[in-house]
């Protein structure tokens, strides 16, 4: 293996809105730092499209659960050049104005890079950068109270706005293109309760401090 892949290790957590992807890429992060592996997030939530050309009307209509908000290309540049050992100048969201802020976030090489969002394995040249990938999946009961509390407390929508878009958008996007990008992992984690598993935690850490030996 030559260096600059022995350096770095970019795992993928894709699933449904909801499953915990999240959680789980924080708690590796967080388990990682704590056996001296170097780690941070990269989250496609950061990648949805600009709409600053939309009406507030037509931002909130937008379909954001789709492949098409994802911007791919930025997305799949930006994590070459992290894995390359550049540093980025990451976007960041505005979930209440639909729509990126002017400012940009800082982003430093580190060893390990968890690649989260529902899109994480579903285009190529983002999978492709992976060297493992991971679905988690959960009840459509805990995935959708999971993302009503989120939509409430971090995206400023209500209960009316999150219902219609639940039966709108989520269940049939994640049906439709979600789902089936499940093939390509190569590990897949059913997390139905509050905690993550904590076998599969293990493992994984496992994995990388052996990667990184």
């Known amino acids: 293996m030559d260096n600059i892949k022995k350096s770095r290790f970019v795992i993928g957590i894709a699933g449904g809105s909801g499953s915990g992807k999240t959680t789980l890429a924080g708690k590796l ?10 780690g941070q997030i990269f989250s496609l939530d950061n990648y949805y499209q600009p709409l600053d050309h939309l009406t507030f009307a037509e931002r909130k ?18 994590l070459a050049e992290l894995c390359s050992g550049k540093t ?5 969201y505005d979930f209440k104005q639909h729509t ?11 060893q390990l890079i968890v690649l989260e969002g529902l899109y994480a394995l579903y285009f190529p040249k983002l999978a492709n950068q992976c060297d493992f990938k991971i679905f988690v999946s959960t009840g459509m009961v805990t995935a959708v109270l999971r993302r ?10 209500d209960i009316e706005g999150i219902k ?3 039966l709108a958008t989520v269940l049939p996007m994640y049906e439709n293109y ?15 309760g509050e905690e993550i598993p904590g076998k ?6 496992r994995m990388l401090r052996d990667h990184f030996r």
Do not use: M
Request: aromatic share 6%.
């Open 88 to 92: 980025i100048h990451q976007p960041v």
């Open 178 to 192: 979600v789902k089936p990008t499940q093939k390509n992992a190569h590990f897949s984690i059913n997390w139905e």
């Open 61 to 78: 209509a937008y379909n954001f659960d789709h492949p098409d908000a994802i911007d791919s290309v930025l997305a799949a540049k930006h």
């Open 148 to 157: 009503v509390q989120r939509d409430i407390s971090e995206r400023g929508r």
């Open 164 to 166: 219609h878009q639940v």
């Open 29 to 38: 992060v967080q388990q990682c730092g704590k056996i001296g592996i170097t």
């Open 100 to 110: 990126r802020e002017k400012d940009c976030v800082t982003f430093k090489p580190t």
């Open 200 to 205: 599969a935690t293990e493992g994984l850490v």
